[in-house]
């Protein structure tokens, strides 16, 4: 009874403050929405028993990625009027060879995925090592290897694709 009253304790604070994330005029208020939203998603690992995931939450999304989204917030400077349109920078078929790759890596994950074993249920119970953080990383790193490279390719690209757009014009 008392994990049920936590769990949705939990979802409405996370909710509550998701709203308030999209809501919020301040962007630095959003943020600091942003970060509790993390937060509460970490206390409701916790309640689950995945404390590892939860301390994977607090470092990376609480701590990491929210000072990122700070970064971008402050170099942005959202009380300057727009400037004018100018397309002399486009690049529409490097952006059409780039969507095609996307789409041609996608279509392989699929094939690749139809076309591997699928996992036994009890994948848990067969693992050689035992802990949470063991099978985590164990998993990780043999069922999940494609969609894990695929994250941080995804990362990679978001990356260097704000570097592009903070860079200034000489």
């Not at 790759?101 to 094939?111: F, H, K």
Request: glycine content about 6%.
């Amino acid at each position: 009874m008392a994990e049920a009253i936590a769990f949705y304790v939990l979802a409405a604070c996370i909710l509550g403050f998701a709203v308030l994330v999209v809501t919020a005029k301040n962007p630095v208020h959003s943020v600091v929405f942003l970060v509790l939203d993390f937060l509460c998603v970490a206390a409701l690992y916790v309640t689950l028993g995945a404390e590892f995931v939860a301390a994977i939450q607090v470092l990376v999304y609480a701590g990491g990625i929210v000072v990122l989204y700070l970064f971008v917030v402050m170099l942005v400077n959202v009380k300057r009027p727009p400037e004018a349109f100018r397309a002399g920078g486009r690049h529409a078929m490097l952006g059409l060879a780039l969507a095609g790759a996307v789409l041609v890596e996608a279509a392989a994950i699929a094939v690749w995925s139809r076309l591997s074993p699928a996992a036994p249920a009890s994948a848990a119970q067969s693992l050689p090592v035992s802990g949470n953080t063991e099978q985590v990383g164990w998993l990780l790193y043999t069922s999940y290897l494609v969609p894990f490279e695929v994250a941080s390719m995804l990362l990679l690209v978001a990356m260097v694709g704000a570097i592009v757009l903070a860079r200034k014009e000489s």
